[in-house]
Nanobody, 126 residues
Framework: QVQLLESGGGSVQSGGSLRLSCATS?????????LGWFRQRSGNWREPVAI???????RYADFVKGRFTLSRDIAKNTLDLQMSSLKPEDTAMYYC???????????????????WGQGTQVTVSS
């Protein structure tokens, strides 16, 4: 069973850091799921932030390259997103997601993704 539970959101000032964590089930790792973090800003579509495929290849959205780092801990069944140099425009609801090849960095395909966590809010003030 795919289970996704996010934690770690909160409020921070511009330039600050936050670490998001997604607790998932061992099932996602043993069944070659892709895992990723997505976000939805107010009035916008949900968009990919960073994803990792079953081979461990990580892809980032251009707007977070050099600032965010995605990591997974197979022993703990977690997917973490370390966010640094946060900007007010990073304010959004952040979601952990799982799927197979339907998970890509193409935001047009985001609605196809099958499994989502409940989300965690990140607010960055200027």
């Amino acid at each position: 069973q795919v289970q996704l539970l996010e934690s770690g959101g909160g409020s921070v000032q511009s330039g600050g850091s936050l670490r998001l964590s997604c607790a998932t089930s061992e099932y996602t790792f043993t069944n070659d799921y892709y895992l990723g973090w997505f976000r939805q800003r107010s009035g916008n579509w949900r968009e990919p932030v960073a994803i990792i495929d079953h081979k461990g290849i990580i892809r980032y959205a251009d707007f977070v390259k050099g600032r965010f780092t995605l990591s997974r801990d197979i022993a703990k069944n977690t997917l973490d997103l370390q966010m640094s140099s946060l900007k007010p425009e990073d304010t959004a609801m952040y979601y952990c997601a799982a799927d197979w090849e339907r998970m890509t960095m193409n935001p047009v395909r985001t609605p196809e993704i099958g499994y989502w966590g409940q989300g965690t809010q990140v607010t960055v003030s200027s």
